[in-house]
């Protein structure tokens, strides 16, 4: 099992920066990847951002490109999102994913990741 603590969130105005971060803890053996994902109310769960093993491959969905950025710190078993510029459709739940997988470019869909964290409340008002 492994176990998955975000933190980080809160409540900022629009152009607001927040960083969030993300422990993992348990048999976090091997190299894997992990994403983070968000959740607005009535919307359903879609990845932000993904990174491979070894931190050289990313990926970013449109919408946050440019003012996000995922980074990871192995010997920490720690991930980060830097989020800047934040916008009110930032707003949403971030949730971060972990999945046993060397694969580059990462994993982007939620159903490739097996273990998911609590979640961490993101608002921006305007």
């Known amino acids: 099992q492994v176990q998955l603590v975000e933190s980080g969130g809160g409540l900022v105005q629009t152009g607001d920066s927040l960083r969030l971060s993300c422990t993992a803890s348990?048999?976090?053996?091997?190299?894997?990847?992990m994403g983070w994902f968000r959740q607005a109310p009535g919307k359903e769960r879609g990845v932000v951002a993904a990174?491979?093993?070894?931190?050289?491959?990313?990926y970013y969905t449109d919408s946050v490109r440019g003012r996000f950025t995922i980074s990871r710190d192995n010997a920490k078993n720690t991930l980060y999102l830097q989020m800047n510029s934040l916008k009110p459709e930032d707003t949403a739940v971030y949730y971060c994913?972990?999945?046993?997988?060397?694969?580059?470019?990462?994993?982007?869909?939620?159903?490739?990741?097996?273990?998911w964290g609590q979640g961490t409340q993101v608002t921006v008002s305007s």
């Open positions: 994913a972990y999945k046993n997988s060397v694969r580059t470019p990462p994993p982007r869909a939620a159903r490739d990741y097996d273990y």
């Open positions: 348990g048999r976090t053996f091997g190299n894997y990847a």
């Open positions: 990174i491979n093993w070894n931190g050289a491959s990313t």
